[in-house]
């Protein structure tokens, strides 16, 4: 599975941006569950959301709860994260990945069985 995550920038706080995942490869799309991690500078890569093959599920940090909606479209092999209300917190680097085991759920899945991830994209937020 290739991915390749899009639409990051520079925004003010308060704005919205929403970002994609577009997945390629020999692994079919529905097939595969989502999730969009974030890393900022100097800190570790954190948890963002995550969803279900399907889409039916959903599950999100506390951080970006009510804010952030993760959502995919089967058809066109694409993950998106609806990202309102940013602030300056969010800053950080945006990866998507993915993961094609299910020995966990969608909630209780690690990091660590996320084996396919995209390049990143940048988002800022200014205060």
């Known amino acids: 599975v290739q991915l390749q995550a899009s639409g990051g920038g520079l925004v003010q706080a308060g704005v919205s941006l929403r970002l994609s995942c577009a997945a390629s490869?020999?692994?079919?799309?529905?097939?595969?569950?989502m999730g969009w991690f974030r890393q900022a500078p100097g800190k570790e890569r954190e948890f963002v959301a995550a969803?279900?093959?399907?889409?039916?599920?959903?599950y999100y940090a506390d951080s970006v709860k009510g804010r952030f909606t993760i959502s995919r479209d089967n058809a066109k092999n694409t993950m998106y994260l609806q990202m309102n209300n940013l602030e300056p917190e969010d800053t950080a680097v945006y990866y998507c990945?993915?993961?094609?085991?299910?020995?966990?759920?969608?909630?209780?899945?690690?990091?660590?069985?996320?084996?396919?991830w995209g390049q990143g994209t940048l988002v800022t937020v200014s205060s």
């Open positions: 969803i279900s093959r399907s889409g039916g599920s959903t």
């Open positions: 490869g020999r692994r079919t799309f529905s097939s595969i569950d």
């Open positions: 990945a993915a993961a094609d085991n299910f020995l966990h759920s969608i909630v209780t899945r690690p990091v660590g069985e996320y084996y396919y």
